[in-house]
């Protein structure tokens, strides 16, 4: 029931139900009324041992669920005097504050795990010794009292945008995941990948990556798409060849790219758009060309990967007619139409466009279903309370990243790390670029990408943005490197949850994962440079131009570090294609030199690739002759 209360909470703001039957009220006395919820929930399901099953309820959990849903909803109740009377500092205002922060600490601990409860904890230290430091990082003077209720009752910390999106957008959105998997239309995504990629070599992989950017689309929640899309393409994979480590790699890259891929993408696309004050179709279409060459790149490697290790196409038997799918499923591409439809020519908000997109589905699925087979009306049900269910993760990590971006404001320290980076830096936008590549890696071992793009979006975009970048590149650069915490080792959550459904080593897989999504390591230094990338430029030929060397460096790259074309590769070849790739990959409008590199590389790798193939063909043709 409380997992229902939290989404349906949410849901009725999507439709603006409050206000059209008369019950007006802050947008922070919902949150904080749905963050009671999520509270109640983190207690009664989670328990003090991460990783240990729920076999009773012991005491002083139902004693904490309790007093936070009671406390958060009296923080619901008396939201207006406390922002009217905050600077009063009222003692109630401080004791909620400090039951909101230490419960929502705890529940982020046993949803999430430790690593963004040590930093949490770090800020909050530092924020309030700071002022004791000299030097470019010193903060402002902030009492312990002054500090705790700031963060517990300011529109700028806990209930603040952060939280907002989280509760109020994503809820929606994940609401329309849940119903396109009861409702058979996730089957159908998982059909036509099969039907269109099973008969290719490799098409296991193949299938893992169209389907996994099918579904990944819809929900952007990594492990979600894992484990909708890799109970199938798993096992699917290690069946055809691939070993365990690399179909669990597969998968986990995948699923990772879920985050980017239009038109829903992840969590992080609608706080961003919040952050940058622009429409969230705006987001949709500068994740479009990044986000189809991180697929592109997954495609190519599985491609070669297959070639490589010899892997046979997928068994007859296990692939479905195209046509028989499209005749009986084409009706859930509707849902996409509808949402497409109401972002881009109804500028409907993005919550209100994903309600549109649920009640298609949920249409579609009661009266026609997929393959005969109709999804019961009590399975609406159910997904809502598994729409709660899966929001709980999210409002504790909304939380904390709410406390992040109160406590940088509070204590200036978000303006002092700025300053920092930029002197660090300098005037040289490449070093700050890869400072700002490492923090994004090194804060997302072990963080969900939500809190490490909270984070930077704060601490790092103003200094990018400072040094000539546009702020849309610069939040997309973040938001891509953040995003790899999922896949890069030593803790690679995507990775390691993909490991273990493959029986796979989880460390090993979690190399293999970084190696295949490469390109989401390199694709934000280009899109930063070449705002062709990210459909900002004016000039169809250069849009034309940058996506065209884009690819075509990913495919050699790709040839290069696998080592395979139609034949294995020998270093020096390698080597080549290599640089050949690099050269390509170097946006041409940074300066005339890189034009004059793409110029120069493509021939060479025309040639080198020309060259592969007659000489493969060749050797195809003296090897029958000897054996007669």
Avoid at 92 to 106: A, K, M, T
Avoid at 165 to 182: A, C, S
Avoid at 507 to 536: C, D, E, H, M, N
Wanted: aromatic residues 10%; positive net charge.
């Amino acid at each position: 029931m409380l997992a229902a209360l939290l989404a349906l909470g949410a849901l009725a703001w999507a439709l603006d139900l409050y206000r059209k039957i008369g019950f007006v009220f802050l947008a922070e006395q919902l949150l904080a009324a749905s963050l009671g919820f999520a509270l109640a929930l983190v207690f009664l399901r989670f328990p003090a041992k991460r990783g240990s099953a729920r076999t009773s309820l012991p005491w002083y959990d139902a004693v904490a669920g309790l007093v936070g849903l009671a406390v958060s909803w009296y923080v619901a109740f008396r939201f207006p005097y406390f922002s009217e009377n905050l600077y009063l500092v009222p003692l109630d205002g401080i004791v909620v504050s400090v039951i909101l922060y230490v419960l929502c600490v705890e529940g982020l601990r046993r949803t999430v795990g430790s690593a963004l409860v040590v930093i949490v904890l770090v800020f909050s230290t530092y924020a309030l010794v700071g002022h004791f430091f000299s030097g470019a990082l010193q903060t402002r003077e902030v009492t312990p009292q002054r500090l705790i209720i700031y963060l517990g009752l300011d529109a700028s910390a806990l209930l603040g945008l952060v939280m907002l999106v989280g509760i109020t957008v994503v809820i929606p959105f994940i609401l329309f995941g849940q119903l396109l998997l009861h409702s058979g239309g996730s089957n159908f995504f998982n059909d036509i990948a099969l039907a269109t990629m099973g008969r290719y070599r490799g098409g296991a992989a193949k299938i893992s990556v169209v389907a996994s950017g099918m579904f990944g689309s819809i929900s952007g929640i990594v492990v979600s798409n894992i484990l909708a899309t890799g109970v199938v393409t798993i096992p699917l994979m290690k069946k055809t060849g691939y070993p365990p480590h690399l179909a669990a790699a597969v998968e986990a890259t995948a699923s990772t790219g879920g985050q980017l891929m239009p038109p829903v993408m992840g969590v992080v696309a609608f706080v961003m758009a919040d952050f940058l004050q622009i429409p969230y179709s705006a987001v949709v279409v500068a994740a479009l060309v990044p986000s189809l060459l991180y697929y592109i790149a997954l495609f190519i490697q599985a491609d070669l990967e297959a070639a490589r290790l010899g892997i046979r196409r997928v068994e007859e038997a296990q692939i479905p007619q195209l046509l028989m799918v499209l005749a009986t499923g084409w009706i859930f591409l509707l849902p996409f139409a509808v949402l497409v439809y109401a972002l881009f020519t109804l500028n409907k908000e993005a919550e209100e466009a994903a309600m549109y997109a649920a009640g298609t589905v949920l249409v579609l699925g009661v009266v026609l279903g997929y393959r005969g087979r109709r999804m019961p009306v009590q399975r609406l049900w159910q997904s809502i309370v598994e729409t709660g269910n899966a929001t709980v993760d999210i409002v504790m990590i909304s939380a904390t990243a709410g406390f992040i971006i109160g406590i940088l404001q509070i204590t200036g320290l978000g303006s002092a790390v700025t300053n920092f980076l930029v002197k660090l830096g300098g005037t040289n936008l490449i070093a700050l670029l890869v400072i700002a590549a490492v923090l994004c890696i090194v804060l997302g071992m072990g963080m969900p990408t939500l809190a490490v793009y909270a984070m930077l979006a704060t601490l790092v975009a103003p200094s990018l943005v400072d040094l000539g970048i546009t702020p849309l590149a610069a939040h997309m650069f973040i938001l891509y490197l953040g995003m790899m915490s999922f896949v890069t080792p030593p803790v690679a959550i995507g990775a390691y949850f993909a490991a273990s459904m493959a029986g796979a080593e989880p460390l090993k897989t979690g190399f293999a994962a970084t190696r295949f999504g490469w390109t989401a390591y390199i694709v934000p230094f280009l899109f930063v440079f070449s705002p062709s990338l990210l459909l900002q430029s004016k000039s169809v030929l250069d849009t034309a131009i940058a996506i065209v060397t884009a690819i075509g460096g990913i495919w050699l790259v790709s040839a290069g570090m696998i080592g395979y074309i139609v034949r294995p590769l020998t270093p020096i070849f390698r080597a080549a294609l290599l640089l050949a790739g690099l050269a390509l990959l170097v946006p041409h409008e940074i300066a005339r030199w890189a034009l004059w590199a793409n110029i120069a590389a493509a021939p060479l790798a025309v040639l080198l690739v020309a060259f592969e193939l007659v000489s493969a063909r060749r050797m195809r043709a003296v090897i029958p002759a000897r054996a007669t």
